[in-house]
Structures are given as structure tokens and as C-alpha cells.
């Protein structure tokens, strides 16, 4: 028994010495120059005074502080702060300790190094943003709170960027439940049911590369309030003129061990359900080899305005998806993600078209009616191991599309019927193993998929008659593409740290073949026999390559490096059977890229990047016989295998004061290729446009300058959003057979303004200001601006009701009626018991039934003029479940 006793007291004591050792209590006291306690300092510790912090603390009322240290440098960075005072900086050693330290009086302003422990907390790269301290009166979902947070952008579409940069990953708990499509989570999950949004810099998501490999990407973690969670939303909606309807079930759970979300909405008021189930997934290999769909053929469509779907989109759709994640045991999990689209469009409207020619201009009218239809199955099974030495991924994905189209094409001079088929099948399987085998990492990939494409378009009366019936009218030309595609990429290597440094080679081979298979027929049977309207296509590519790459980290985690040095040895061949010709390419390329980031201070950073990069002609580029890509577009690349010389160079820097809620950065990029083909269109009097390749060499060279801020002004209670850009390009173009320099300028400058201006009024403000410019040889064509501004109020006059006005105005300098006015009214009641909203809506109160919009692109512009809904009213009850 004593023997079992002095066993228990030395392992306590080891205990003991190992926590004294991992952890030190850094405590003192904060005077003035006049001994007085200073209640309410900022105390801040980091390994240096570049890094970021360690640990933060807040002086008590007897201006006495402890701080909890976990760190093995030998020494520590100490800053004090407070308002009125000059700083206190000191370099002392990491080992518990008590310090005093005194503050003089200072004239100088410290509110940037004020640490607001109410809204932000940061540990290290992990900046934890409170969503009580952003939540707004109106604000219901998560994706609410986020628009508000500074350094956060979500796009029109969903992405969420930080910084300018799309995050990594949208963790819910520490769990990657929904594989890209957070969406779902962002616009349904309640934020009653949110703690903390935790920004996660430089995050990398495989835990046994994080001492190996830098990432500079930031993904987010949501924190619930609760361990388990059951939260979601439910909306009902009717409305009228025309009867209008919206359903929509969203329910949630979220445990330690299981999380779920399920999914069925429905509606005809114009909202785009299909934007929750996108996927912004970051591949970590395998990115030239996807199962994406491909379209060969297309109808003749207007282009989708530049505002929200609501005012335009007129739909009938359902979606139902379902994603589950069961934890099996600890760093296991098991992934479920299907979804189901099933959708009827309707679109109206007209198109004017100009193309400049450097000897012509020439114009096309259409009127256009639209019907399309969209039902789409996809489906994701994951199952991941992410422990602390080993990881495996094994990703089964697939993708069913049975969409359609019917449109008609009202000419001044005729009438156009369009009817396409367009059916789409994709499987694939990937493949990541790293397991720790001594000093080393073991890395294994393999990307494996199938593809499959059967397009069908129908065009009346026929087209190019000139080509296709001597220059005489005929009824009828269908257009039939097939084209498959197997592929698969494996590759094996390993990962070893040699001090501050890591290097990364890997071998391996991949091999792609796709079959293109084309025919055209007029007047149902008569099909064309001529081989230049045929395409028996084979294309195999096939590689094998050894990829290194370097990474350096230095000591005080100031400088990151990475240079990657791949070698490939790439073979291509390209056989028509019907044109009995076949065409190989061999090419040894080296591909180097180089990253550089240097951390100045704990606030600024500068990064710089430079990459050589090859790329080779797809299928989609190579046939050899025309197809009728559109009803107006014959396409055909009877010409070498296309090869691209590109060289990429940019350079940034980045401002980050998260305790100040501001973010700053700046950035100009340079690119320059050069390439072996030369794409020709020749555009006929009617617009119709035939395009070939012509083995010529050109270049092309791109200027791009991008800045944009964010700050939260706390006091104001209001979130601040700036960004610009400035574009440059320069390419050449072969026009009705006369080669032109085609140089293009843009600019873009969009901002936001969130504000609680009072207990009674909220009110936010977005706009977007944009010119393009485009000109032959220096002279200028063409320019367009384009205005977007959006105003919101909100008046409580009680804390559970709100009366919302809203105002739109969009326009453009190119059409005389460019000028389009929205106005929308709202009122919400919001119950108590049980927790629910009543919304009543009216859309489009001036009932503008269209709107002009304009856009320019190269050597063309065009001028679209969309029928729109009508105006309506909708009351929708909301429920947060």
C-alpha cells in the first residue's frame, strides 16, 4: 500500500511539474507615476512584438492582472496599454512571475491597442468575434451577423471572403458537415443559436501538416451557445398578382457526435433556392481533373440582370437536400450530402447587340422567350480520419443532370425556334492518405472519374444557309454532340521537416481520355455527310511528373516561404477518325511558383508571389469538325494543339488591427502569355458568328490593382466596407479577317454601410460603381458606366415590430432609358410565444415591368431589356426552430 502511495504522489508530482512547465502565470499590478491603481488596462503577451498575441488580460480594480502563458520560448513580449498613458513594453522571461508596472501620462490616443473584450477575443491566429455584440434588431441567421464583422465579404452568390481571399473551410463545432456548401448553414442557421464566430488565419485543416505546411488561407468556425443544439427555420408564404406561394422546412441538430441539416423549400416568388446547395470547395488535388458539367450546345438567352432574383426570375422550384455527419469515433467522421433541384423557368425580354469590327459595325435584334428546365441530382459520401499523425479522406461524389430548354427568337426578319436536350453524368472518387512512418510523412492521392454528355439542339428554320443548302432557306438543323471522359491522377510521397525547413516531393502519373462524337441533320433525316460538319474525336492525355516542394518557417514565425519546383513530362494525342488525322505532342515543362510573406509588425504584412505555368488544349478547343454551338454560333479548332506560356507576379500588403476592428489591403498583380493559336470570327450581317483557331503566335498581358478596407465603428454601432480595382489587358484578335489590338480598361468600386443609428432606426446602404472600356489599336470604341445603389430603413416603433422602406436605382451611360427605380414596403410583427415572425412584403410598389441594362465586353456590347414581375404582396410567418 505505502509502495502504491509513493507511486501516486510522484506521478502527482510529475503532473505538476509538467503543467507548472507547459503553463506560466504571468500577474502583477498596474500603477500610474503616482501609485494610483489603474482599473481596466489592456495587458497584452506575445512571443515578440511582431507576433500575434499569446494571451490577454484586463488590470481588476486594484489594477492587479494574471495571465495564463503556454509557450516554450525562452522569452516573452509584455505590452501594457491604457488610455491616457503611454505604453509599457518589456522583453521578460517566460516563467511565472510578478511584475509591476508603471504608466506615464501621455497625450497620444490608445484606442487602436484597446482590447474590446466584449466583442473580440484573439488566442494566437484564432480571432473570436462575439455575435451578441453584432447582432442587429432585424438580424435572424448567421449569414446576418457575418455581413457585419469586418474583414468578412460574402459575395452575391454566397462565397465568404476574408481579406479578399475565399475561407477555407465553414466549420460548425470543429465539423466540416456540409463540404463546401455552407450556404445552407449561413442563410438558415439561427443566430439566437450562435455564441461566437471564430475567424481561423492561416488555418490548415489537416492536422498532421500543421507544424509542416503554412496555409495562407482563413476558414470559420461557428460556436453554438449550446452542447446540443436543435435550431433551423421554418417559412410559409401566399401572396398574390399572380398567386404566389414559398415554403420553406429547415431543420437543424448539432451534438458533439452528430450533427444534421435537412432541407425542403419551395416557392414561384423568384428566389434562387439553388444558391444554398452550391459548392465553394477548395480541392486539395486533383483540380485539373473534375467532373464539372460541360455544355457544348446552348439556346439563345438574355443574360441575368444585375440585381436580385426576386425582381425577375420567374420560377417554379423545389429542393430537398439532406447532409449528415456521424462522428464513428474520435477524428472519424462519416459524411452524407445529397440534394435534389427540380426547377421550371420562364424569361422574357430583348436583346440589342453591337460588334465593332476594325471595318464595320453591325447591329442584331432579338426578341426572346425563354422556358427552362432544371432537375439536378448530387451527391457527396466522405469518410474522414484527421488524427493528430495519420489522415485519410476518401471522397465519392456524383452529379445527374436531366435539364432542357425551349425558346423562341423573334427577328425582325424571322422568327427562330430553339429546343435543346441537355443531360449530364459525373462520377468520381478521391483519395488522400498521409500516415506518419518514422520522421516522415507518407502521402498518397488518387483522383479517379467518369464523365458522360449527351446534347441534342434543335434550331427552326435552319441556319447558315450559305454552308450547310447553297444559300437556300431549309426548315430544320439538329445538332447531336456525345462526349465522355475517364481520367485519374495518383501519386506518392512523402513530407519530412528538417529544422525551420520541409520539403515535399512527390511522384506521379495521371491519364485522361475523352471521345467526341458530332453529327448534324437537316429536315429530320437528311443527315450531312460532309466531314467538315462531323467529329469523331479521340483525345488521350497522359503525364508523369515529380513535384517539390520547399517550405520555410522562421523561428519567430515573421518570414513564410514556399517554392515549388513540379517537372512533368506531359504527352498529348488527338485523332479524328473521320478527317483520318492524328496529332502528337510531347513537352517537358517546368512549372516553378514562389510565395513569400513577411509578417512587419503585429498589424502589417506583405506577400509576394511569382509562377511560370503551362497550359494545353482541352477537347472543347481541338475538334476538327464545325458544331452549331448556338443558333447563331459555328464553332470549329482545326488547328495544332493550343499551348499557353503563362507567367503570374503579384505583391500585397495587408493591414490587420482585429482589437481596433480594422482591416486593410492592397495588391497589383501582372500577368503575361503568349500562345501558338489565334482565335478568328468572322460575324455575318445577321450576328451570326463563325469561329476558328489560326496557328499564329500572340500574346496577351493583364494589369490588375485591387485595395479595400472594413471597419466597425462600435460606438456607432455601424460596419464600414470599401473596395476597388483597376484592370488592364491587351490581346490580339482576328475580326472578318483583320488582325486588330483589342485593349480593354475597367474599374469597379462597391461599398456598404450597416448602421444602428437608434433604438428606432437601422439602416444600410450598398452601391457599386463601375466603367469598361473597350477600343482597336488605342482608340477607344466603346464605354459604359453602370450604377447600382440600394438604400434600406427600418423603424421600431416598438422593439418586436418594424416598418422597412427600401429604394433601388440601377443604371447605365449607353441606353437613353438606362435609368431603372425600385421601391419596396415591409412590415414585421414578431411574436414572443412562440417565436415567430409575420412579414407582410410589397415588391416593386411602382410596378416597373422592365429594366435596360448594358454591358460591353472586347469587340461587342450588348443592351438587354428584361420583362419583369410584377408587383406583388406576400405575408410569410417565420419561425426559428
Known sequence: MDHFRQIFLFLISIFIISVGYSQKEISGQVLDDQDEKLSGATVMVSKDSVSPILAYGISDANGKFKIAVKNENDSLFLKVSYIGFGTFKKTIQNKAQTLEVKLSPSSESLKEVLVKSEILRQHGDTLSFSVAAFKGKNDRVIADVLKKIPGIDIRPNGQIFYRDEPIQKYYIEGLDLLEGRYNLANNNLSAEAVSKVEILENHQPVKVLDSLEFSERASINIKLKKDITYSGTATAGIGAAPLLWQTKVTPMIFTKKRQAIFTYQSNNTGSDVSREIRDFSINFFGDQFTINKTDWLSIQNISEPPFSQERWLDNNVHLGSANILQRIKENIDLKLNISYLNDYQ???????????????????????????????????????????????????????????????????????????????????????????????????????????????????????????????????????????????????????????????????????????????????????????????????????????????ESKDETWNLRLSTPLEFKSFHLEDDNFKDSRNLDRLVFEPNFYVKKKISAFWEANASAGLRYNFGEIQQLYYGFLLNGYRNLNRYNAPISEEQKQNYSG?????????????????????????????????????????????????????????????????????????????????????????????????????????ISSWLIANYSGNFSTYTSGFEGDDFQKIENHQHTIELYFYPKDNQYLSLSGEYYGNSLSENGDNYFVNLGYQFTFEKPKMDLNLSWRNILNTDTFINAYNNQYYYVQSSYQLRPSQVLATLKFSL
Do not use: C
Open 346 to 552: 420562364q424569361q422574357d425580354g430583348s436583346t440589342q447587340t453591337r460588334y465593332f469590327t476594325p471595318t464595320d459595325t453591325i447591329d442584331v435584334i432579338e426578341n426572346t422567350n425563354s422556358d427552362l428546365y432544371v432537375s439536378t441530382l448530387q451527391g457527396k459520401l466522405t469518410l474522414e480520419n484527421n488524427a493528430d499523425k495519420n489522415y485519410l479522406k476518401n471522397h465519392l461524389e456524383f452529379n445527374g443532370f436531366w435539364n432542357a430548354a425551349r425558346g423562341v427568337i423573334d427577328r425582325p426578319d424571322t422568327k427562330i425556334k430553339q429546343q435543346l436536350d441537355n443531360p449530364f453524368f459525373g462520377i468520381k472518387n478521391d483519395l488522400r492518405l498521409l500516415r506518419t512512418v518514422g520522421k516522415q510523412l507518407i502521402t498518397f492521392n488518387s483522383n479517379t472519374g467518369f464523365t458522360e454528355n449527351n446534347q441534342d439542339l434543335m434550331v427552326q428554320p435552319g441556319q447558315f444557309e450559305a454552308i450547310f443548302n447553297d444559300g437556300h432557306p431549309y426548315n430544320e438543323i439538329q445538332q447531336l454532340v456525345s462526349a465522355r471522359k475517364i481520367y485519374t491522377d495518383n501519386s506518392a510521397g512523402f513530407t519530412k521537416a528538417l529544422g525551420k525547413f520541409t520539403i515535399s516531393p512527390k511522384f506521379g502519373f495521371s491519364f485522361q481520355h475523352q471521345q467526341l462524337d458530332s453529327d448534324v441533320f437537316l429536315n429530320e433525316d437528311d443527315e450531312v455527310l460532309d466531314v467538315n460538319f462531323k467529329n469523331r474525336t479521340e483525345f488521350v492525355q497522359s503525364s508523369v511528373y515529380f513535384k517539390n516542394a520547399f517550405r520555410f
Open 652 to 756: 500585397g500588403l495587408r493591414y490587420r488591427n482585429p482589437l481596433n476592428q480594422l482591416f486593410l489591403n492592397a495588391s497589383y498583380s501582372y500577368a503575361y502569355s503568349e500562345n501558338n493559336l489565334l482565335y478568328s470570327s468572322n460575324i455575318g450581317e445577321n450576328g451570326t458568328t463563325i469561329l476558328e483557331a489560326v496557328a499564329r503566335n500572340n500574346s496577351f498581358d493583364n494589369h490588375s490593382f485591387k485595395a479595400g478596407g472594413s471597419k466597425y465603428f462600435r460606438k456607432l454601432k455601424t460596419s464600414l466596407k470599401l473596395n476597388a480595382s483597376y484592370n488592364l489587358s491587351n490581346r490580339q484578335q482576328l475580326l472578318n479577317n483583320t488582325l486588330a489590338e483589342v485593349n480593354t480598361k475597367s474599374f469597379n468600386l462597391r461599398g456598404s454601410v450597416e448602421a444602428d
